[in-house]
C-alpha cells in the first residue's frame, strides 16, 4: 500500500495556511516524492509582512527572561526529537545521518546561546564631562530590536543556518519572514512547529516557500522589513544588497577556502582532519577546504597519504550510519562539477582519484597541479572537490591563499610561533585558523567574511548587535 504524500502549509500568523499552488519535493539522492511544499504568491508573502508587522511591538515588549524562556523550550523540544529532526535533514538534503545528527546538535547549541544571549543585551554609560560642556549630564545606551527580520537560508545546513536567523533575531525581540531554500523547507516548517508549541506569538515567526522572485525579492524590497539576513552564494548577495535600500543587510557569502601546510607538520595528525573538511557533507560547505597549499618538502608524502585516506570514504545512502558522502543536492550541480573537472583536466591538472559519477554522488575528488585561473580554483566549487598544490614557502602560499574574490576562512598548520602569528596579519580573511582547518566553526564565535564573502557577522552575540538598534539617552541635570 502507497504511503500518502505529506502536504505542507505555509506558517502565518501562527496559523498553518493551504496555498494555492504545490510542488512536490523529490529527494537528491533517490528522486523519491518527499512532500508536496506550497508555492507562494505575492498575497501570501504580504500576509506573512503584515502578521510579523503586527506583532513587532509585541515581541518589542516582551521582557528578556520570556523570550529566553520560549528559546530554552525550543531547545528541549528539539533535544527530544532530534533523531526525527536529523532524519528530516538526511532525506531532504542527502546529508549523511551521522553528520545530520552533528548539525541538530549544533542546532540545540545555538539556540541555547541564543537563550543566554537574550538576557544579556547590554548597554553602558558614557561620561559626557570628559568633553567641556558636558557636564551635569549623564548619557547611557540601549539597544532596541530593529522590527521585522527578512530571513533567507540555503539549503547546506538547513536546521542550523535558520537557527542562525531566528535565535538571535527572536532573543532581541524581532520577528521574522523566513524563506528557507527550496530543496529544504522541511527543516524550516519542523522548527515553525516547535516554536509553536514552545509559545512564541502569533506572527512572530512566518515561514513562506516559494520562488525567489516572488518572495525573496517582495522581503527585500517590502519597506516593512527593516533588516535581510542572507546566507548563499555572492552573485543572490549582490542582488540583494543592490534592492535592499537603506535596509541593514547581513550577507554570508561564498568561499574556496584553503589551508596551508608548512615543511615541519607531522602529516600523519592533520591527514584525517584534512579529510574531514574537504568531504564533509559531499563539500558542500561555505567554509569546505577546497584549496590545499603543501610545502613542496612535505609535497610528495603528503598527496600521498591523503589520496590513500580518501579511498577509504563510503559513499552511498544518506541515511546509512556508515556513508561519509552521499549526492550532491541537484543533478544540476553534479554537471557543473564534471564540466569544471573536466577544464582542469583539459588545462593540464591531474584528476589523483574520483572525477566520476555515480547518479547523483559525485565521487571524491582530488585535483593535482591546478593553476589559480581554473574554475575549480578560483570559483566557489561547492562540492567534494578538493586541489592539492606545492608551494616553495609559506609566503607564496599565502599570496595564493589570498588571490581569491572570497576571503571567509583560511588555515594554517605549522609548527614555528612567528610563521603563524605571520599568517595570521597576511591572510586577507573573516576568520584565521592555526593549527587547524577553516572548516571549523563554532556556533558563539564571530563568524564571517571579507570580499565577495560577504559582510557582517553571525555568532549569537554578534548577531543580536546586527539585529539591534543603538539608541543614545541623555539626562541633563541641569533642568
Known amino acids: 500500500m502507497r504511503t ?3 502536504r505542507k502549509k505555509f506558517y502565518i500568523n501562527g496559523e498553518w495556511v493551504e496555498a494555492e499552488m504545490y510542488t512536490k519535493l523529490l529527494s537528491p539522492y533517490s528522486s523519491e ?8 504568491t505575492e498575497r501570501d508573502v504580504k500576509q506573512a509582512i503584515a502578521a510579523a508587522d503586527e506583532a513587532r511591538q509585541v515581541m518589542a515588549k516582551m521582557p528578556a527572561h520570556e523570550r529566553a524562556a520560549i528559546l530554552e523550550k525550543v531547545v528541549a523540544l528539539l533535544q527530544q526529537c532530534a533523531n526525527e529532526a536529523a532524519t528530516i535533514i538526511a532525506k531532504e538534503a542527502a546529508k549523511p545521518i551521522t553528520t545530520a545528527k ?5 542546532t540545540i547549541q545555538t539556540y541555547k546561546f541564543a537563550a543566554e544571549e537574550a538576557k544579556r543585551i547590554y548597554g553602558e554609560t558614557i561620561p559626557l564631562d570628559a568633553a567641556p560642556g558636558g557636564e551635569h549630564r549623564i548619557a547611557f545606551t540601549t539597544r532596541e ?4 527580520i527578512g530571513a533567507i537560508t540555503p539549503f547546506n545546513f538547513p536546521m542550523n543556518l535558520v537557527a542562525h536567523k531566528l535565535g538571535p533575531a527572536i532573543a532581541a525581540g524581532n520577528t521574522v519572514v523566513l524563506k528557507p531554500a527550496s530543496q529544504t523547507p522541511l527543516s524550516a516548517y519542523f522548527i515553525a512547529e516547535l516554536f509553536e508549541r514552545a509559545g512564541l506569538p502569533k506572527g512572530a515567526l512566518n515561514v513562506m516557500t516559494g520562488s525567489g522572485k516572488t518572495v525573496g525579492d517582495q522581503i527585500v524590497t517590502d519597506p516593512r522589513v527593516r533588516m535581510i539576513t542572507f546566507t548563499g552564494s555572492p552573485e543572490v548577495g549582490i542582488a540583494i544588497r543592490n534592492k535592499a535600500g537603506l535596509k541593514r543587510v547581513t550577507l554570508e557569502l561564498g568561499s574556496n577556502s584553503a589551508v596551508i601546510i608548512d615543511e615541519q607538520v607531522d602529516v600523519d595528525r592533520i591527514i584525517p582532519r584534512c579529510v574531514v573538511g574537504a568531504f564533509s557533507f559531499q563539500g558542500q560547505v561555505c567554509i569546505s577546504l577546497q ?3 603543501v610545502h613542496e618538502k612535505r609535497y610528495k608524502e603528503f598527496v600521498e597519504k591523503f589520496v590513500a585516506a580518501v579511498k577509504q570514504l563510503k559513499v552511498g545512502d544518506p541515511l546509512d550510519p556508515s556513508t561519509d558522502v552521499s549526492a550532491l543536492i541537484s543533478e544540476k550541480d553534479v554537471e557543473r562539477s564534471l564540466e569544471w573537472i573536466e577544464e ?9 582519484i574520483g572525477g566520476e559519477r555515480q547518479g547523483n554522488i559525485l565521487l571524491p575528488t582530488v585535483i593535482l597541479d591546478a593553476v589559480p585561473t581554473m574554475k575549480v580554483s578560483c570559483q566557489e566549487v561547492f562540492a567534494p572537490i578538493v586541489l592539492i598544490n606545492q608551494v616553495s614557502s609559506v609566503d607564496e602560499a599565502i599570496e595564493l591563499v589570498n588571490d581569491s574574490r572570497y576571503g571567509l576562512q583560511a588555515g594554517i598548520y605549522t609548527d614555528n610561533v ?5 599568517a595570521a596579519e597576511k591572510l586577507h580573511v573573516g576568520g584565521v585558523l592555526i593549527n587547524d582547518i577553516p572548516t571549523f566553526r563554532v556556533d558563539h564565535m564571530p563568524y564571517g567574511g571579507v570580499k565577495e564573502s560577504g559582510f557582517g557577522r553571525e555568532g549569537i552575540r554578534y548577531a543580536i548587535e546586527e539585529m539591534t538598534e ?8 541641569n533642568r
Open 4 to 6: 500518502a504524500i505529506e
Open 33 to 40: 516524492v518527499l512532500a508536496e511544499i506550497p508555492l507562494a
Open 102 to 106: 552533528a548539525e541538530v546538535a549544533r
Open 145 to 148: 530590536p530593529v522590527g521585522v
Open 291 to 293: 584549496r590545499i597549499y
Open 344 to 352: 582542469a583536466k583539459q588545462g593540464g591538472a591531474v584528476v589523483a
Open 418 to 422: 612567528h610563521t603563524a602569528w605571520e
Open 470 to 477: 543603538l539608541k543614545l539617552i541623555i539626562f541633563n541635570r
